[in-house]
């Protein structure tokens, strides 16, 4: 059985930043709402694609947002209701939308045996950081570090500098967009799709993801697609990153369709469904 699983921002939902300048307003709707306000879209195409997908294989939300975060989008309640997704880059895992409170144990478990103390991992980003650049500053679900940054501002080859200090110490970094992230190794989205892979009894599966914290779960993948834009895309142009990963043809909002497209036609191939393919 296929699995189907996907980041989710800048991915298949976008942001009034991310979503690109010349997108007509009537090809969307609100992914997600906060007092009234929209803050993510996802485009009406994408999501008569991802209903599809859903009806027929499992499809798994893998996010770095929090709980509190993952929650807020609204279409995963209202829309497509996945049975299992993945939130805080894998510390946890949602059945039915509950929390995975064993799977969680486990992983902060680990966390504490190979990683060392979070003090001293923001300690090493510290000493490159400068508050002129530094936006915020959070610790999440006491798992792993968010900065927002002003990214012109930040020196990007002294903040990568020290990924080999701080992979000694256990941890992880990347450069989201305007984010910093610091993540301990043992939370990492491939060990909590294989670990979901195994309790949805798939044998099989396609991922999508368009930054270096999803790079593990495209690595794991049997198929994997990008969106042209983001850290991998970058990655891959300018020759840092090599992979099997495809692209797609078109960036911001339009490219969750040619990534759901992807899928769809894989599906197709397989037999696993017939539909009639739509161009947009």
Request: proline residues 4%.
């Amino acid at each position: 059985m296929l699995l189907y699983a996907s980041d989710l921002d800048q991915t298949l939902i976008y942001s009034e930043r991310s979503r690109g300048m010349d997108v007509d307003d009537r090809v969307m709707i609100p992914a997600e709402m906060v007092d009234g306000r929209v803050i993510s879209h996802i485009s009406i195409r994408a999501l008569e694609q991802l209903r599809e997908i859903a009806g027929s294989i499992p499809f798994v939300p893998v996010t770095t947002r929090v709980l509190e975060l993952y929650h807020r989008i609204h279409i995963f309640r209202e829309q497509v209701v996945p049975k299992y997704a993945i939130t805080s880059n894998g510390a946890h895992i949602l059945i039915n939308g509950q929390v995975d409170r064993e799977w969680h144990e486990q992983i902060m478990l680990d966390v504490r045996r190979q990683s060392a103390p979070p003090a001293e991992a923001i300690s090493v980003f510290h000493r490159v950081s400068d508050p002129s650049w530094i936006i915020r500053e959070s610790y999440w679900e006491e798992t792993f570090f968010s900065v927002l940054v002003d990214r012109e501002m930040m020196p990007d080859e002294q903040v990568m500098a020290i990924l080999p200090e701080l992979a000694q110490l256990g941890w992880g970094l990347s450069i989201q967009g305007r984010k910093v992230y610091l993540v301990p190794f043992p939370v990492s989205k491939n060990r909590a799709i294989e670990h979901v892979k195994c309790m949805a009894g798939a044998d099989r599966v396609i991922a999508s993801g368009d930054s270096l914290l999803d790079r593990g779960l495209l690595d794991y993948a049997d198929e994997a697609i990008a969106p042209a834009h983001g850290e991998l895309y970058r990655g891959f142009r300018n020759g840092e990153l090599q992979g099997k990963y495809r692209f797609t043809a078109r960036s911001g909002i339009r490219a969750a369709e040619d990534i759901l497209q992807f899928v769809l036609d894989i599906m197709n191939r397989e037999g696993i469904m017939n539909y009639e393919r739509t161009e947009s």
